[in-house]
């Protein structure tokens, strides 16, 4: 069991005065600017602004606090985000399957899950994705430039898993990403789980085996 558990954007604008005020005002001027001489007209300019010297100023406060960290280790149903746009809302059940049961499980979904490296695509650049894949799913599904083929070949016991979960959450799942850590040095990046194939407000199911990780989670910043 132990070798199991070594292997996540000012507008505005000026008022001008009555059209009556602003023809007056403009001949006005414009006599006044006919006595003017020339020199006397360049030295009431304002300085180049290349003459000017720049002077940094610090921020009076930061643009984005980043919040404290909260750890979430006890069962319960704990609301992690209230905004305009909606809430997020965080179930945790530990222990969902039994310790014994979780390993058996572990080694079936290990040695049957047609696993797969696939490769990513980064600002252009492909690069080996740091862990295994695996689709389930009447359809094919995209995230990252990455598509994954439609496979409705549920492994039984992951037929046996979401029907266990869909019984304790009352919620119904369609498909299921696998995902396969070798060992401490494989990783996922953030991520949103936000592909339009998943609807407007998706609900993740998500269960671990094997050993112990943290699951992290941050609200996605607003652009600035």
Known sequence: MDNKRQRARVQGAWAGPAKSQAIAQSVSTAKNHAHQKTGQSWMNKEPHPSDRQFVFKEPQ???RRVPEPRVIDKEGVYEISLSPTGISRVCL??????????????EQLCRDVPWKQ?????????YQQPRLTAWYGELPYTYSRITMEP??????????????IEANTGHTFNSLLCNLYRNEKDSVDWHSDDEPSLGKCPIIASLSFGATRTFEMRKKPLPL
């Open 61 to 63: 406060q930061t643009l």
């Open 93 to 106: 059940y530990p222990g969902f399957v039994a310790l014994k049961e979780a390993d058996w499980v572990l």
């Open 118 to 126: 696939r490769i990513g695509i980064r600002e252009d650049v492909t």
């Open 151 to 164: 496979n409705p070949d549920w492994h039984p016991v992951l037929l046996t898993l979401k029907s266990q």
